[in-house]
């Protein structure tokens, strides 16, 4: 199993910036890829971004350009970089591993003036 502790959501004014974090309490390269998931109320889970071992990255059509997946291996953390935010992005993110059946707390990303 592995843990997994987001961090760095809050409130943010449209065309903001955020940075976003993931802990893994395990080596990220053990795993194929790691992904960014969020959640809006009322929602479908979605895919945001995702990051593989080669450090090729995905990225949903709604974010891309604006959005940024990167890894730190030694520090066993996943960031995703989010410029300029607007209020759909506003969602509970969550970090996994690809494929992993269980999800942490995430955290709250919410765009508004």
């Known amino acids: 199993q592995v843990q997994l502790v987001e961090s760095g959501g809050g409130l943010v004014q449209p065309g903001g910036s955020l940075e976003l974090s993931c802990a893994a309490s395990?080596?990220?390269?053990?795993?194929?890829?790691m992904d960014w998931y969020r959640q809006a109320p009322g929602k479908q889970r979605e895919l945001v971004a995702e990051?593989?071992?080669?450090?090729?990255?995905y990225y949903t059509d709604s974010v891309k350009a604006r959005f940024t997946i990167s890894r730190d291996n030694a520090k066993d953390t996943v960031y995703l970089q989010m410029n300029g935010l607007r209020p759909e992005d506003t969602a509970t993110y969550y970090c996994?591993?690809?494929?992993?059946?269980?999800w942490g707390q995430g955290t709250r990303v919410t765009v508004s003036s």
């Open positions: 996994n591993v690809q494929g992993y059946p269980f």
């Open positions: 395990r080596n990220i390269s053990s795993f194929y890829a």
């Open positions: 990051i593989t071992r080669d450090g090729i990255t």
